[in-house]
């Protein structure tokens, strides 16, 4: 018979449910780390890490994520590939998680890693093009727009780095943001300025997406209120992430108002027991090093949540 | 943990591949494209749960320029089903397992 309860589950594998799998092993703690493909998260699309400390040299998120998953393995951490429909916390004593087989499994305590996914603008034609010029991954579909002109929506770290990624293949590239400044790093923003292949549309936002078969252009409107239509073969939105919260009570996990899970300084949540690491915490830095950081907090208050439980 | 059950197809052997009657399911994906990789143990999986009702292909869009540009595939990974050799229906980027069967039945 399969084992059905444990005294830990991590729900997600990215880099904090990845760290805490290491942890969770290292400490010889009952556990199992649950995620619905192959491991990785967020990151795996990401062109190129530069601010991970140890890898001076930088490396693909690609190859982050192939490290930090064989570092798990090497530490045998027990990971599942099993899609979750979803968790219930009624019972405090016994977290279940329910799969979208309807089996289900039990644990003691659970550590919440499920990230965040791309926000969507949420405008006429964004659904119906998505794949066929819309897109929300550059690294993942710049070498589709080799020498045609695509644009860019949004101005944080990953709007920028992904325009200046598509100018490797792209003619041009256009950014369009709704303020009139970049909110990304003062070095990324340095570095887009000094591309040349990089144009901007400053105090816009795109209002519909337009296209027989493939994107063709975009109507746009600026703070003023003027309207125009723009020529583009490609956009890519990049306005920052929704949290991956579709499987939680969410409602008993006192979450802020995008739906981020609060904890405290430990990750611990408001239910005893349940903790929270990585980009589905509410905090201000979304970064691969403190999900990281996170993941190995979150295992340490729970063997302190485990011990205490047992007395 | 590369399953055999799915076939890597090219762009010669494309068209008689999804003339079958059978429903086919190809993915369309690179060796660079991070949400392909999440979603390949996904893939494997129907191979195995869909032996003989479903054929399961993967296609890399690097080595096959042809077929993706036919089927005007700009973002990948795409799935897109296909039986007697017309497209039923697809789904683009890292979905959940229970939206891939969703996209199975609807060839079936």
Redo the contacts between chains.
Sequence with gaps: MKKNHYELIILGGGPAGLTAGLYASRARIDHVLIE???P?GQ????DWVDNYPGFPEGLS??DL?EKMTSHAKRFDVNIL?K?V?SINLDNHESKKVIF?DESSITCDSLIICTGASPNKIGVPGEAEL????????G???A???RNMHVAVIGGGDTAIEEADYLTRFASRVTIIHRRDELRATKILQEMAFANKKIDYIWNSRVTAIEGD??VERLQLIDNDGNKSTFDVQ?VFILIGITPNNDLLPLEQLNPDKWGFIQTDAETRTVIPGVFAAGDIRSKLMRQVVNACGEGANAVIAAEHYLVSAHK | MASDKVKQLNDADFDAAIKSDQPTLVDFWAPWCGPCKAIGPVVEELADEFEGKVFIAKMNVDDNPVVPGKFGIRAIPTLIVFKSGEVVDQVTGAVGKSQLVELINKAL
């Design positions: 619905k493909g192959a990785g990151v795996l699309s990401t998120g690609f994520m590939t899609e429909a979208s998505a794949g066929k010029g819309v897109s929300y991954c690294t993942c579909d070498p589709f727009y078969k493939e490609g």
